[in-house]
């Protein structure tokens, strides 16, 4: 999971920069919280929730430089699915 935030999220909602739509990845609260539209996941329907539909481009398209593959979309969607683990913060 964390690769896959590193290399295609965290340039944008990461803690370095300008955090986009106020979403902050970085860490687990960031997450829960989520941005200007809300809680980013909901563990109970972790294919449901805005973050899923972003990156399967459902209701946003992230990343905007492409579609993630099938693959990282299920990787991401088993870590909702385990209430989005996070052990420390990944800004770096």
């Known amino acids: 999971m964390l690769p896959?935030?590193?290399?295609h999220c965290f340039r944008?909602?990461?803690?370095?920069?300008?955090?986009?739509?106020?979403l902050l990845l970085t860490e687990r609260q960031g997450v829960?919280?989520?941005g200007d539209s809300g809680p980013a996941v909901d563990p109970?329907?972790?294919?449901s929730?805005?973050?899923?539909q972003a990156i399967r481009y459902e209701r946003h398209e992230?990343?905007?430089e492409g579609k993630l593959s099938n693959e990282k979309i299920a990787t991401l969607e088993e870590w909702i699915?385990?209430?989005?683990?996070y052990e420390g913060n990944f800004s770096r």
């Open 4 to 7: 896959i935030l590193r290399e």
């Open 12 to 22: 944008c909602h990461g803690g370095e920069a300008k955090v986009e739509a106020s």
């Open 32 to 34: 829960l919280d989520g």
């Open 44 to 47: 109970d329907e972790p294919a």
């Open 49 to 52: 929730g805005p973050l899923m």
């Open 62 to 64: 992230m990343p905007p």
């Open 81 to 85: 699915r385990r209430s989005v683990p």
